[in-house]
């Protein structure tokens, strides 16, 4: 069945997809080399860029440039530093909510029952969300907080109230203890709604979240060793976790009580529970509230390799390559695993190392696989300058379409096409190419023209790409040349061959020399006012980052 795209610009976006553009093969990459000692070579734009690229969202030219001068072990340590939480959400133009008027959160009041409050308040969850992502500065966090998101998959909650506090508990352990991550999620309010923990009591044990602890969250799914045993877990490990974890459930969904985890003592079951082989034999006793604890630093105590090296391929697929070698995981995995054992499982122990190592900065290490997109939406919005209202309504009713645009590509936050994530960070052999099909490759297509020229309805105003103050921030600008090798090193992640800029710069001035550019350029800086000479500078460089934007090389990070 053919998808429709269900956002307020689906009309543009299906005009624009009209215009037809010829595509090379992308860029086929190879696995990287090299180890994890610290990176010894050149520390310029282009290694500053892959860094800041990879850790961050579509960071700017500005933020490259901070990294340049700040070098590589000093750009890490300021990504991986701990940031202050940001503001919570608030109204930007809903008015009958009765106790949060416009510009006040309503994170932590009560739900009423009025028409239209419950969808107003997911949707300026849904803004702030990416809202945070645009205001991310130089931090790694959001991207962190996304990875997260995928790997402790909650989705469905309605109540934004929920969502809220399940993004400020992902927030809070971000660049934490993975242990005790864990154990906060594990009575999460929305996990416990999401995986049924709610509903799971000793007359009654629901398995759906201890299955999930050890084969998505902690462990991982082994090859199958014998009847029901998965090398890193059992069946038998599942049935007794589901009795641990027996009481607990969530209130104040949709209500006017305060939103809690709370443990019930009468729906716990109290009795010995007898773990598998593959964690000892042990047995654990009832512990009460503090039982789930204690099943979580069990696995840790008896499956902390599996654990380890459960996670930090997660982290190697997130931020370097997707494909697992026998060299990648004899080299690069198990000894960043036995690096976060040595570190009591503190996540940025392994970042730090990874981050900093001569095999994240391999040649194939750049480029080398699809962006996801909300990784593509804002390889727009950051490298390029745009017109976006600093209003409270504007500013909200912008990040709401940005959400819009990526669940329209198949990466909506809060919406998981199944509780193990996006399909792109786990489904060999594909991997990141199921980012692009024949919609999405349409729509990003689309997009791509909207953006370039006539803009895209965000809210009450229509937002632009700004060309010529983009021009303005390139020295020597008026060159063609150095105008096209700065913009390419600005939004590719790998170097362009001599024909390539060849080709751009007839698209810039078909068939003219240099020279018509420089005196057109000139002219217009001289003279800004003037609006023959701004249109006719400003169609030529729509024309060239139009072009720019629309080749493989953009699609890649």
Known sequence: MKKTINTPIAAELNKANKIKVERRPLYQPLPPGGTLDTYQGDWNFDTAAHLMRRASFGSSKTLINEAVSLGLDASVDRLL???????????????????????????????ANIQGLANARRNSMSAWTIGNIMNEGFSAKEKLVLFWHNHFVVAEIQDARFEYLYFSNLRKHALGNFKDFV????????????????????????????????????????????????TTFTEQDVIQAARILTGWRDVGHFGTIDIDAVFRTRAH?????????????????????????????????????????????????WYVYYEITEEIQRDIIVPLSHILIANNFEITSVLVVLLK??????????????????????????????????????????????????????????????????????????????????????????????????????????VIMDVLSLALDIENASDPNLLIQELAKQIYPRPIPDEQQALLKEILIPGLPDEV????????????????????????????????????????S
């Not at 654990?284 to 604890?293: R, V």
Request: proline share 4%.
């Open 81 to 111: 530093a701990e940031v202050e939480m940001p503001e919570p959400p608030v109204h930007s133009n809903f008015i009958l909510d009765p106790t949060a008027p416009v510009g006040q959160t309503w994170v932590d009041k009560p739900h």
């Open 183 to 230: 154990k906060a999620i594990t009575i999460d309010v929305s996990m416990l709604r999401y995986l049924n923990g709610n509903q799971n009591t000793r007359v009654s044990p629901n398995e759906n979240y201890a299955r999930e602890l050890f084969e998505l969250f902690t462990v991982g799914k082994g090859d199958l060793a014998g009847a029901g045993d998965y």
């Open 269 to 317: 079951d109290d009795g010995d529970k007898a773990l598998s082989h593959r964690f000892g034999n042990s047995v654990i006793s009832n512990g009460a509230e503090n039982e789930y604890a204690n099943l979580i630093d069990t696995i840790f105590e008896h499956q902390d390799l599996a654990a380890a090296e459960f996670i930090v391929t997660k982290l190697y697929r």
């Open 357 to 462: 190592s001569e095999h994240f900065y391999d040649a194939n290490s750049t480029g080398c696989f699809i962006k996801s997109p909300i990784d593509y939406l804002f390889s727009f919005f950051k490298p390029f300058n745009f017109n976006i209202s600093t209003t409270l309504a504007g500013k909200y009713g912008a990040w709401l379409t940005m959400h819009r645009i990526c669940a329209a590509m198949d990466q909506e936050i809060f919406a998981h096409p199944e509780v193990a994530g996006w399909k792109a960070y786990y489904q060999a052999p594909l991997y990141h190419e199921i980012w692009i099909n024949s919609f999405s490759l349409n729509y990003r297509t689309g997009l791509n023209t909207l953006l370039i020229g006539i803009g895209i309805g965000m809210g009450n105003e229509r």
């Open 517 to 556: 550019w420089t005196t057109a350029y000139d002219d217009w800086k001289f003279d800004q006012d003037n609006q023959e000479l701004r249109t006719a500078v400003d169609t030529q460089l729509r024309a060239l980052i139009g072009t720019m934007i629309n080749l493989p090389e953009f699609y890649l």
